[in-house]
């Protein structure tokens, strides 16, 4: 079977102005080897000769790398949508104009709770920045939504951040759970939440909210919704499977591909851009093997008994990987969870 390369989630850059509690990088400081400019354009050369569709920006901080948008440019350039997530805390007027320039198609901002909580877990004054620059980049023509991590503190307060938003020019809202990895790996932090509570608040709210919103493909999985859950809202868009090393993959600011940039970790590096092309490591007859090889009887636990467990292949590979390292078993199932009264299914990390 030939697979073919459909999205990127790209870190250009490790240097952030934040060290968020939970960031499942470790991000602060750029690596003293990261991707030159010429490296990173020639790999944007090979994302779009292979055909990928869309590029999502990472970093730490993609505004914190001087050349972010001559990289997006010539992805942009070669008929590949780019995407930027920000934290917003360095958004400034400028940034507008560059935006445009290097014809990005949206920037997501990152909120994760009502100020008290966002500040929190990032830095004071952060929430308000980021709402400021969610208002300037609406007025500045650039299409913006916003990301939001669960842990077990602002998960229960969806309700109030529905309200913020809706006050807001955005054209999506994207739910997704904290992985317990890089910082939230540490002692002390909760990412548990109630996935199955979380799968009502969407499932309530995604045909009349006056924005797109749906869970990411960490939580699920296939409750009484699912095919509107990933937000569709007129439905037929259910989950079927991790698509890392499928149709996605991810890039890290040194060149390091895996089939996912949330599996951060070196088990699941699949080669380097300094060694080899794009196309030579996707190609790869014994790469993501995780995923090219899966076969339903690979599931285990709770997920080996699941009638749906054939649809979902055990959920999020990262999510698992890093809560209990079993690949084919998710440990935080709504599904299961909504036949058990709602209760919190993610075990606390094993792995630190």
């Not at 055990?314 to 440990?331: A, D, Q, T, V």
Request: net charge neutral; with cysteine; aromatic share 8%.
């Amino acid at each position: 079977m030939r697979y073919r390369l459909r999205s990127c989630v790209w870190e250009i850059t490790l240097a952030c102005c934040f060290s968020c509690r939970y960031c499942g990088s470790r991000a602060g400081k750029a690596r003293e080897n990261e991707l030159t400019t010429e490296e990173c354009l020639s790999v944007a050369d090979q994302l779009a000769e292979m055909g990928c569709r869309r590029v999502s920006m990472i970093g730490g901080e993609v505004f914190m790398r001087p050349d972010w948008d001559v990289i997006a440019k010539r992805l942009t350039d070669g008929g590949v949508s780019v995407a930027v997530i920000t934290n917003g805390f360095l958004f400034t007027e400028g940034l507008i104009k560059r935006l445009l320039a290097a014809g990005v198609e949206s920037v997501a901002v990152s909120i994760d709770g009502p100020e008290e909580v966002h500040d929190k877990y990032r830095q004071p004054g952060s929430f308000k920045r980021a709402m400021a620059a969610i208002d300037a980049l609406h007025a500045g023509g650039v299409p913006v939504s916003v990301i939001t991590t669960l842990n077990a503190e602002n998960a229960p307060r969806l309700e109030e951040m529905y309200s913020l938003l809706c006050e807001k020019p955005i054209g999506a809202w994207q739910i997704q759970a904290c992985s317990p990895m890089g910082n939230a790996a540490h002692a002390g932090f909760d990412h548990r939440i109630d996935a199955a509570a979380v799968v009502g608040f969407i499932l309530e709210r995604v045909g009349s909210a006056p924005f797109a919103m749906g869970a990411a493909d960490n939580i699920g999985y296939w409750t009484e919704g699912e095919d509107r859950l990933r937000g569709m809202r007129s439905g037929g868009a259910p989950f079927t499977g991790c698509r890392a090393g499928l149709t996605a993959i991810g890039i890290d600011s040194v060149g390091n591909v895996r089939g996912c940039e949330s599996m951060y970790d070196e088990a699941f590096n699949e080669g380097n851009l300094r060694e080899r092309s794009l196309r030579s490591i996707w190609e790869d007859p014994e790469a993501f093997a995780y995923n090219r090889r899966f076969t339903p009887d690979m599931l285990t636990g709770a997920c080996s008994g699941c009638p749906k467990g054939k649809h979902c292949a055990g959920g999020c590979r990262s999510y698992n990987w890093f809560s209990h390292g079993k690949l084919y078993e998710y440990p935080a199932c709504a599904r299961a969870g909504s036949r058990n009264g709602g209760q919190a299914w993610a075990a606390r990390s094993e792995r630190t």
